[in-house]
């Protein structure tokens, strides 16, 4: 993400499940193409979402995004489209992991939902966890993540991450 | 203070004296599990990627082949293919092929890798299941590649929720039900990063295959996993099972919950999830008479050998109804084996039922009962979603083998209770 990205709210409800936002079947299992999954991205919810949606907007959601099973599919479908950042009450443990490992800063605030409207734009810093709606003038603050999760978010993810720290790295195969 | 099993378990993989629930640390799980699908498509190409050329933990990695097995197409064979070289490459310790497999989330507890008070790390999220065996177990997605790369992975320690369940269950009414019932009361975020820890005496009475069920459903309630803390019958199997050895921790007395529910079976009556979500509850009385096309039995949330023991209690005799089909699939080669030696595979073929290889058969919809436009199934399995099982116009109905074998016999959503359970 860099150090602030400013970018379009997209806001979503609560308990957004993973598998219907994408409508997840045998037959969009078969891939793991970005290009090809952002067909899918956010459809069971708004069908319109692929067109609309340009790189650099914001995802905003209630409690529990991406709940239920999820497949990895959701998470590159997101990045297909060029979702920058998703703002959410709260996120579901497994979208919490896959997010972040594919790279995808995560924001974690209170009351998201009364704070942030559907066009509303955003301003974010994601190592300071800071959220600024340029639209309204209100701010949020996100829940801290550790230094290392946000080093592996801004190095593009959990394998950008692992290949710069096994190439620089004086020992065979540091822990994270 | 007192620490839950689960924070215990998770202080022993993280090599910490103690942990408490929020904090993020990095642990190694006592063995990494892959289910065959994902390995030739993202996992051969990310350790490329990284420059990894041998996976850091072999002697501690299984891979299992049993998603959707035999393979259905060249897409699968091509992913079969590719687990069989990565487990050669990589010279992975543990590997279980067509014929010597089952459902990953049963046959681990069989081979004894999921024992109790060990981490239990997967790539598939009902991993959870193993909870029922006293350890911490669930699905980590991409975090298998971290495993790979470094033995370790990052995990944020949960809080716990206990669930008390008294009483026992009415012909009819099993562990499925009361696992329904908790979903639909918690709701889709009710438990949201938290370890469900089940006890109580209807929970020590339960069965391990009841105890797998209870623990797989779970992540429906946004859990992080389901636990039962070890008890002799525990012990009892992971000792005939694991090879190695095992610290059957359980929670102290004066642990802390972040909240207490209580449960009483007593009066429990069949539950049933609709289209097209796994926690939109129903009660068997709101659904019954909805006609039923394809009744299935089997996956990890209810194929196991109890499973089939109830099923076949009320299909002795009957017929499966002349519009209705209905599928069986045992969890593992040992619970095909149980069946066959109980007469079950009997009273199964007579009643015209199909009985298809251990595997996941057509729960994720690639094969062995793919669903056509308007057609609706009742099954043990683990989820509904739309288009699940093959059209986006079908829909799936969640039950006990109890409710889905009386229904297979009627043809339509049948209450387990009347006089079919004889």
């Known amino acids: 993400m860099g150090k602030k990205h400013i970018g379009k709210a997209w806001v979503f409800g609560h308990n957004i499940n993973a598998d219907a936002a994408i409508t997840y079947s045998s037959k969009v299992s078969e891939t793991y193409d970005m290009n090809e999954l952002a067909k899918y991205c956010m459809v069971g919810y708004y069908p319109e979402f692929p067109k609309e949606a340009k790189k650099g907007d914001i995802i905003v959601a209630g409690k529990n995004f991406a709940c239920g099973h999820l497949h990895p599919h959701f998470s590159i479908s997101l990045r297909g489209v060029g979702i920058a950042a998703i703002i959410a009450e709260s996120f579901s443990r497994r979208y919490y992991r896959d997010g972040l490992n594919e790279g995808m800063p995560l924001f974690e605030a209170e009351s998201v939902l009364e704070k942030i409207h559907q066009g509303d734009e955003i301003e974010l810093d994601f190592r300071k966890g800071n959220i600024h709606n340029l639209t309204s003038g209100v701010r949020l603050y996100a829940n801290p993540l550790p230094e290392f999760l946000v080093d592996m978010v801004e190095a593009g993810g959990l394998i950008p991450y692992l290949k710069n720290k096994l190439t620089n790295s004086p020992r065979p195969c540091p822990q994270i | ?422």
């Not at chain 2, 079908?394 to 109890?402: F, G, N, P, R, V």
Request: one cysteine or more.
């Open chain 2, 1 to 422: 203070m007192g620490k839950t099993i689960s924070e215990k378990i998770i202080a022993r993989a993280a090599g910490k004296k103690e942990v408490f629930p929020g904090e993020i640390v990095t642990v190694k799980p006592d063995i990494t599990v892959c289910h065959e699908y994902f390995i030739a498509k993202r996992y051969v190409k990310m350790l490329k990627e990284i420059g990894i050329e041998k996976i850091r933990n072999p002697d501690a990695t299984a891979v299992v082949i049993e998603h959707r097995v035999p393979a259905p197409n060249e897409d699968f064979a091509g992913r079969h293919k590719g687990a069989r070289e990565f487990v050669k490459n990589h010279n992975i310790k543990y590997f279980y092929d067509l014929g010597r497999c089952g459902i990953g989330h049963h046959f681990m507890a069989e081979k004894g890798h999921a024992r109790p008070g060990i981490l239990y790390a997967a790539d598939d999220n009902h991993a959870t299941s193993f909870g029922a065996l006293g350890c911490i177990a669930a699905g980590y997605g991409m975090s298998i590649i971290e495993i790979f790369a470094t033995g370790r992975f990052w995990l944020k320690v949960p809080g716990s929720i206990r669930i008390e369940v008294s009483g026992k269950f009415p012909e009819g009414v099993t562990s499925r039900d009361l696992m329904q019932k908790i979903l639909s009361d918690l709701g889709a975020g009710g438990a949201l990063y938290k370890v469900l820890e089940f006890r109580g005496p209807t929970i020590e009475a339960m069965s391990i295959d009841s105890r797998l069920v209870m623990c797989n459903m779970v992540l429906h309630a946004g859990a992080k996993t389901g636990i039962v803390n070890p008890d002799e019958k525990t012990v009892q199997y992971s000792r005939k099972r694991a090879e190695q050895p095992f610290d059957a921790m359980t929670s102290d007395p004066d642990a802390h919950y972040d909240a207490v529910y209580e449960y009483n079976v007593s009066s429990l009556e069949p539950m049933v999830a609709a289209p097209h979500d796994p926690v939109n509850t129903k009660s068997i009385a709101q659904v019954k008479g909805v006609r039923v096309d394809q009744a299935f039995i089997g996956t990890c949330a209810g194929g196991h050998l109890e499973s089939m023991e109830i099923a076949a209690r009320i299909l002795k005799g009957k017929k499966v109804h002349p519009n209705t089909r209905l599928i069986i699939v045992p969890t593992t080669p040992e619970v095909y084996l149980g069946m066959a030696q109980q007469g079950l595979l009997e009273i199964f073929i007579e009643a015209g039922a199909v009985i298809g290889p251990p595997s996941c058969g057509p729960c994720s919809g690639g094969h062995m009962g793919v669903l056509g436009a308007g057609e609706i199934c009742i099954a043990t399995s683990t989820l509904n979603l739309k288009g699940r099982m093959g059209s986006a116009e079908s829909e799936i109905y969640l039950a006990s083998a109890a409710t889905v074998a009386a229904s297979a016999v009627r043809g339509e959503i049948t209450d387990p209770r009347e006089n079919y359970y004889s």
